[in-house]
């Protein structure tokens, strides 16, 4: 027994060296986020008048709130070395389950309960196959992308649904507090809740360890499987939260509702700094990575720069975000062998 403490102490000891560590690299990488940024914010300001109005950074915020509260959840699964592929398909899903329900005569806040949960269950349909069966995160979640988006599309097929009541349109499209809707009102208090977990609680510490290295977690003790599950439930419930958020601030439903926002949630995620393989990353560098991309696509907006393109940046960027580290590791570890 005293062996088994001794074990789990000396490698959260480890895991903290190992935490400051690459806390120590990630601010190189954060601070060339935050130059890039500010790079960014100058050329938009001289582009356009218009850019530092309040109305505009409000509206910077809403166009992507959805995404970005996803992206919240996706950096914890990132960090444990994990990955989500299908959050976008559980927004729709959650969307149109609300939508359904809502032509069938069923209340919407009954609508909107039943939405959170079937969003749940789809992360613990997830979680059970990757956590308890084994299988790789991205296979699993790739097949749930196409499942629950074709559920979606068989509960609306090709309708259009709206005409919802105007108290739940207006949750998404008014401002809820000062100039703040609803949606970033939810953001900012996840996003602190998201810190002090990941921050400075053990539940986070276990992120790290087992993003790190998921043998040595399971032997310090470490309860790997569920920490995995209630990862993916997590997902799955902030996913379906984020498609109803997107459902009240468009006022209609499709079954392509969504469609596509992985690959801005996961740029998100990586281009802070958190890495593909796990284990490395902070709310600091994705909150940069954030703003960056939101000031990117608003300043490309705002010169008339079509949507395809921007969004084949954004793809560019998501591929700069996984190669530039890599050789970043690369020419540290030969500058180091040649010293």
């Given at each position: ?82 990955i989500d592929l299908s959050v976008a398909s559980i927004m729709g899903l959650a969307a149109c389950i609300l939508a359904a329900l809502h032509e069938q005569g069923v209340p919407v806040p009954i609508g909107i309960l039943v939405a959170l949960?079937a969003g749940a269950l789809c992360g613990a349909f997830n979680g059970f196959w990757i956590a308890y069966v084994g299988l790789p995160s991205l296979a699993v979640t790739l097949a749930g992308l196409i499942g629950y988006r ?190």
């Open positions: 027994m005293s062996s088994r403490v001794g074990t789990k102490n000396d490698n959260l000891i480890v895991q903290k060296g190992w935490m400051g560590r690459n806390w120590t690299r990630l601010r190189s990488w954060e601070g060339l986020l935050l130059v890039i940024l500010i790079v960014v914010v100058l050329i938009n300001i001289a582009e356009s008048p218009n850019y530092l109005r309040l109305s505009n950074q409000i509206n910077l915020f809403q166009l992507s709130i959805e995404k970005i509260i996803v992206a919240l959840a996706m950096t914890f699964i990132i960090i444990n070395s994990e949960l074709g559920v979606a599309r068989i509960l609306l097929e090709d309708r259009s649904i709206g005409d919802f009541p105007a108290w739940f349109n207006l949750l998404g499209q008014k401002p809820l507090i000062g100039p703040l809707p609803l949606a970033m009102i939810i953001f900012f208090v996840l996003l602190i809740i998201a810190v002090i977990v990941l921050q400075y609680s053990s539940f986070g510490r276990y992120i790290y360890v087992i993003g790190n290295n998921r043998e040595v977690a399971r032997y310090s003790g470490v309860k790997v499987q569920r920490v995995k599950m209630i990862l993916f439930i997590i997902s799955g419930f902030i996913s379906a939260l984020a498609g109803l958020l997107l459902a009240a601030r468009l006022g209609a439903v499709r079954g392509n509702m969504g469609e596509g926002f992985e690959l801005d949630i996961i740029t998100m995620v990586l281009l802070g700094g958190v890495s593909v393989f796990g284990g490395t990353g902070t709310l600091v560098g994705v909150g940069l990575a954030i703003l960056l991309i939101l000031n990117l696509r608003n300043g490309m907006s705002l010169v008339n720069i079509t949507s395809n393109t921007q969004t084949g940046v954004i793809g560019l960027l998501l591929i700069l975000s996984v190669l530039i580290p890599n050789w970043a590791q690369n020419v540290r570890s030969v500058w180091g062998r040649r010293r």
